[in-house]
């Protein structure tokens, strides 16, 4: 995949999260039920960037329009601040840094984590995020899922 860097944003609101998973002191408490599975791991991070490319080209359109005189988007009302929190998370790496992190931790700690995960991303299929969909009609898998 591409952009694939664990150096935290410096001001980035999980850089401490990211920073701990990087030297092995984020810790997280499962019960015997609970396994921690490559795929799951290679999903996200395959969204994570589809979600980021997406936004990407959604915002290559978002230039187009504001370089119109009038959008006629309400833009002088207040907007939705936790969407614009969203996306500046996505667009900073910090949500798909921190998965990339804790799942590279569990790679140099587990050698059946890490023939799942390294085989999982040699062959890890496009993600469905930005296909167009026809309203009513659902693709499996879900988005994250494997087949």
Do not use: W
Request: glycine share 6%; charged share 25%.
């Amino acid at each position: 995949m591409s952009g694939e860097s664990t150096t935290p944003s410096s001001a980035g609101p999980l850089a401490s999260a990211i920073k701990d998973a990087q030297d092995g002191k984020l810790t997280v408490s499962f019960s015997n039920e609970v396994r921690v599975n490559a795929d799951e791991f290679v999903y996200i991070e395959r969204d994570c960037q589809a979600f980021k490319d997406e936004i990407q080209a959604l915002q290559t359109i978002a230039h187009r329009i504001s370089d119109r005189k009038n959008r006629g988007l309400s833009e002088t009302t207040d907007g939705m601040t936790s969407a614009s929190t969203l996306v500046a998370r996505f667009r900073g790496d910090d949500i798909q840094n921190l998965h990339r992190t804790i799942a590279q931790k569990y790679v140099e700690q587990d050698q059946e984590f890490a023939a799942r995960y390294n085989e999982l991303k040699a062959n890890v299929e496009n993600s469905q995020i930005g296909t167009p969909t026809q309203l009513g009609v659902t693709t499996p898998p879900a988005i994250g899922a494997s087949k």
